[in-house]
């Protein structure tokens, strides 16, 4: 199994591009999930999804937007990009346990920079 | 205040030493990860637990839901432990995870 697979790792943007960040797992896991992760913060959420063509907002949804048109993608799209966004940005997928996320799997991370 | 908070911020060790990073939670709920960050790497999970304690090797992860508390232990610290470990809670009430900050570990030959 391959597990979480997230590209690109690196990506240098200028202010107002858009870009697609992938994700796809090969566990049909129904929940996936993007974070942001920055200096002193813990991981936020910013979109999730709990199975295919259900998607909602997490706690920093705003700039991005997702889709799950199956169950193993789930890309994030940054539509105006602006040096706020600079982040790493990680994609997590688990089963769910019933009311919760079960074990978390997570990709390698991708490291955008926004200037 | 955080959620979560996580303690030490940052902790040395020298090798073989035993380890032990807290986790406390304000929130009702239903899990807590254990989670590990190696430096420029991905996030690995460690430990899911919702009550008493699980053991990996030399990890052993607790938690007291009374008190609103985890604790991971490590024993006989070794240098490939050095990483930043994560404490996150599904909270009760909106079944989303919320993260501390992390706990950098650094440990010395």
């Known amino acids: 199994n391959a597990g979480v697979t997230q590209t690109p790792k690196f990506q240098v943007l200028k202010t107002g591009q858009s870009m697609t960040l992938q994700c796809a797992q090969d566990m049909n896991h129904e929940y996936m999930s993007w974070y942001r992760q920055d200096p002193g913060m813990g991981l936020r959420l910013i979109h999730y999804s709990v199975g295919a063509g259900i998607t909602d907002q997490g706690e920093v949804p705003n700039g991005y937007n997702v889709s799950r048109s199956t169950t193993e993608d789930f890309p994030l799209r940054l539509l105006s990009a602006a040096p706020s966004q600079t982040s790493v940005y990680f994609c997590a997928s688990s089963y769910l346990a019933g009311d919760y996320t079960g074990e978390l799997f997570f990709g390698e991370g991708s490291r955008l920079t926004v200037l | 205040k955080n959620e979560v908070e996580q303690s030490p911020q940052n902790l040395t060790a020298q090798e073989g030493e035993f380890i032990t990073i807290n986790c406390s939670y304000s929130?009702?709920?239903?899990?807590l990860h254990w989670l590990q960050q190696h430096p420029g790497g991905g996030i690995v999970s460690l430990f899911m637990?919702?009550?008493g304690k699980k053991k990996h090797g030399r990890l052993i992860a607790t938690i007291n839901i009374q008190e609103k508390h985890s604790s991971l232990h490590i024993t006989a610290s070794h240098p490939r432990d050095s990483a930043v470990y994560i404490c996150?809670?599904?909270?009760?009430?909106?079944?989303?995870?919320?993260f501390g900050t992390g706990t950098r570990l650094q440990v010395f030959p």
């Open positions: 996150a809670v599904v909270s009760y009430n909106t079944d989303k995870l919320i």
């Open positions: 929130v009702g709920i239903s899990a």
């Open positions: 637990l919702s009550s």
